[in-house]
């Protein structure tokens, strides 16, 4: 699956995109917070506050609880700020 | 159906105008809202926009359509820039038309409300003194204007 991150959540982890193999058991756009935090102290400082954090599933704004079988694109980033 | 364009390019929104109501009859209302980048007490050089392509272009036509199904628009037109921008140039131009101003007045709010609050831009300061600033937050004030037209 395709990651791809923006703004401070882009610079927090070190990298704009990458491409994972997900392990099993990954329901939720949470879990998958969940399950990136434990890859190094890089992710836990872009999720320190998982509340702040925003998740889009092929281009479309979603919540924590949303299910990500199927998504080809998953994006991690700040509220939003332009206008 | 809406115009939107994604680009670094500045635009010129007296231009945009004439082109939404040039060669009609129906329009009677058109509504430009232009955002521009300010210095803020002149600490700023710049700002610098990010975007996630893509999602900006969809995001965008989404809250367009929303606006077109709950107004009586004639024309919609959104521009928003990314890049570097330098104090006094534009970011942003919403445009809307309709028969009436009411229509195109709210319309235009609606569309800088949710600009503001869900289209996938962030803005970062560039200092006077030639060093990057942080990135700015994100305002509940913003929210709350959005939240009007739940």
Redesign the interface.
Known sequence: MKLVYFAWVRERIGRADENVDLPEGLVTVADLVRWLKTRGEEYEYAFENEAVVRAAIDHEHVKPEAPIAGAREIAFFPPMTGG | MATIRIQAEPFDAAAETAALAAGRGDVGATVAFT?FCRDEGGRLSALE????P??AE??IARIAAAAEVRWPLLGLTVI?RFGLIRPGEP??LVLAASAHRQAAFEAAEFM?DY??????????EHLRDGTTGS????KGS?DAATGRWA
């Open positions: 955002g926009l990010e975007h996630y893509g999602m969809a995001e928003h970011i942003v800088m600009l503001k609050t869900s289209a996938p831009f962030w803005k970062r990135w700015v937050e994100a913003d």
